[in-house]
């Protein structure tokens, strides 16, 4: 007899069952003389293959004197080389039924390609190309331009952008991850020799990391990449710089006055660790507890039982020289400093007080179950392997990081927030309308007020 509907038990609801093991394919990690380093793994699920052509140079390396460039040069790049025009290279993808796209960011710039194995040369000639044979075309160096600047306004009405902005700086001060984005004026006054020195400057083999997944067999496709990339030249690369950073003496708070806002941009956080840190898993553990996952503290609080925001969330960010934390939230103009009350409450209860053992467990749980569906996709195990290699982190550490989350504890979790979740030195962002918002947010501190251009008012 079935029981009438809503009269289930609780009971009836099945327990998760034990975590299956990962059988993980063999690994190829080998440098060509030139000093092209190269990841492979075999993974035969579907006739595809997919990899990425890191280089570790980013934005971060022209940040004083043309930000952004390095996304600017990765986008160009993509538009054509010295063999084949922008039409005849979406042509040539097109008939081998693969994708291929290029972007930069603080510390890497990136070739992203995938498609049939079938095509894979033809597809590695392209990607070899453009990695040693772009051709900056002008048109399309203007054209990108345009696009860009346009972006670059629609940007400056976005609250989350601008929070961003805003918090980068304070955190970063002169320190090239300080500037996230150009101006207007200097992507006006980009030429496109910039774009060729830089390219000429880091798109070098010794600066480069392959990495690739897919229905290959390893030594086959080595040899393949061996002849198709072995013949590139290599150079010197220069490093990024790493100037001191601000001193941060205490809480402070900076509102970014946007006109009319029907709602207010929170953004709140402190400088922290890079992933290569040893406290880098527990301090992810602690922040999926805090705000890292839909069921947080922070989301059960200020979305669940106050109904303040849709998607708070907090976040561990790591680049290579810095890392930091942030805490972020979209809530109605009438309960800002409510909602901050709250994100700080929570987590200087992290910071006081152990996790229960359920709690935790659930913690480790998603987070070992998040890695492992990660890695279901040839693109997610691609990127899981080159984060490892570009990090430099152990050889064995995909193999082993359920294991290692698993055995954290709650003393791991408390550490981890006493140490970096500094609520005294956090440093809180507020974007929205100046008149509905600034005497609630007076309460955390005297803040310091700027448009939506940067400029202090």
């Known amino acids: 007899m079935s029981l009438a509907p809503g009269t289930e038990s609780q009971s009836a609801i099945p327990q998760l069952a034990q975590a299956r093991p990962v059988i993980w394919p063999a690994r190829v990690h080998k440098t ?8 492979l793994v075999e993974s035969h699920t579907i006739p595809k293959f ?32 010295t063999k084949r025009a922008s039409r005849q290279i979406e042509e040539d993808l097109r008939r081998m039924g693969s994708d291929l796209s290029s972007g930069a960011g603080a510390d890497t710039s990136v070739i992203s390609f995938g498609g049939l194995v079938d095509f894979s040369n033809d597809l590695l000639e392209l990607v070899s190309e453009l990695a040693q044979h772009a051709a900056f075309p002008v048109e399309e160096f203007e054209r990108e331009r345009r696009q860009l600047i346009e972006g670059l306004r629609i940007e400056r009405t976005t609250p989350g952008f601008l929070a961003s902005e805003r918090l980068r700086r304070v ?25 060729v020195d830089y390219y000429k400057k880091f798109y070098r083999p010794g600066n480069a990391l392959l990495a690739m997944v897919g229905d290959f067999e390893p030594q086959k496709m080595l040899a393949q990449i061996e002849k198709i990339f072995g013949s590139w030249t290599s150079a010197p690369v220069e490093q990024a710089p790493n100037p001191p950073l601000p001193e941060i003496p205490a809480r402070r708070v900076f509102l970014v006055h946007l006109p ?11 400088r922290a660790i890079t992933r290569k840190h040893p406290d880098w898993l527990r301090l992810t553990l602690a ?44 809530v109605r103009n009438d309960v800002v400093a409510a909602a901050l009350k709250e994100i700080f409450y929570e987590i200087d209860r992290m910071r006081e007080t152990p996790v229960g053992e359920s709690e935790l467990d659930d913690a480790r749980n998603y987070m070992t179950g998040v890695f492992s569906l990660g890695l279901a996709t040839q693109d997610g195990l691609a990127g899981q392997l080159a984060t490892a290699t570009l990090e430099k982190l152990p050889e064995d550490y995909l193999e082993t990081y359920r294991e290692r989350i698993m055995a954290l504890t709650s003393a791991d979790v408390l550490d981890a927030a006493q140490k970096y979740f500094d609520s005294a030195h956090a440093q809180i962002v507020i974007v929205g309308d100046r008149a509905q918002i600034e005497s609630q947010v007076a309460q955390f501190g005297t803040p310091e007020v700027y448009d939506a251009q940067g400029n202090r008012v």
């Open 32 to 39: 060509l003389s030139n000093g092209l380093e190269i990841v």
């Open 50 to 81: 997919t990899g990425e052509l890191f280089f570790r140079s980013g934005n971060a390396m022209t940040a004083a004197t043309a930000p952004g460039l390095g996304d600017m040069t990765a986008t160009v790049v993509r538009t054509g080389t």
């Open 171 to 195: 955190l970063f001060g002169s320190h090239p991850y300080g500037t996230i984005s150009p101006t207007e004026e200097q992507v006006a006054g980009y030429r496109v020799e910039q774009l």
């Open 260 to 270: 009319g806002s029907v709602q207010t941009q929170i953004l709140l956080g402190n």
């Open 287 to 330: 922040n999926s507890i805090y705000g890292g996952a839909f069921n947080s503290r922070l989301v059960m609080n200020i979305r669940e039982e106050k109904g303040y925001t849709y998607s708070p969330r907090s976040g561990m960010h790591s680049l290579r020289q810095h890392g930091y934390f942030s805490v972020g939230a979209a």
